[in-house]
């Protein structure tokens, strides 16, 4: 059992940076991927990146490319997301998620039932 838990949220303006962690816990972190999601308010919830269980591999949604970073640390059990330019449709609860199912190719990473573990969510507020 992976116990997740996100922090780093908060409110910002529009432009400035902000990073996320999610730290695991309860299990091998370095056989899990992991993955981010949000759900702005009143809306459903979407897929933002992933990492591999290895770390070497990332991936992003279009939303967020060339903006958002994710990085993994094993030794610390916590999975970084960097976020940049930031703009108001940002704005969201965002969950990290663990998964240790197979992966047969990149896009399952967007599903949610890839994911076998989720945490609470932090909030990020964005102000234009």
């Known amino acids: 059992q992976v116990q997740l ?3 780093g949220g908060g409110q910002v303006q529009a432009g ?3 990073r ?3 730290a695991a816990s309860g299990g091998a972190f ?3 991927y992991v993955g981010w999601f949000r759900q ?4 459903e919830r ?6 591999s269980r290895s770390g070497g591999n990332r991936h992003y949604a279009d939303s967020v490319k060339d903006r958002f970073t994710l990085s993994r640390d094993d030794a610390k059990n916590t999975v970084y997301l960097q976020m940049t330019s930031l703009k108001s449709e940002d ?9 240790t199912g197979p992966v047969y190719s990149s896009g399952q990473y967007s599903w949610p039932e890839t994911y076998d573990y ?4 932090t909030q990020v507020t964005v102000s234009s």
């Open 5 to 7: 838990v996100e922090s």
């Open 16 to 18: 400035d940076s902000l």
């Open 20 to 22: 996320l962690s999610c």
């Open 30 to 32: 370095s056989t899990v």
């Open 40 to 43: 702005p308010p009143g809306k």
């Open 46 to 51: 979407e897929y933002i990146a992933a990492v």
């Open 91 to 99: 704005t969201a609860v965002y969950s990290c998620a663990a998964g």
């Open 118 to 121: 989720w945490g609470q969510g």
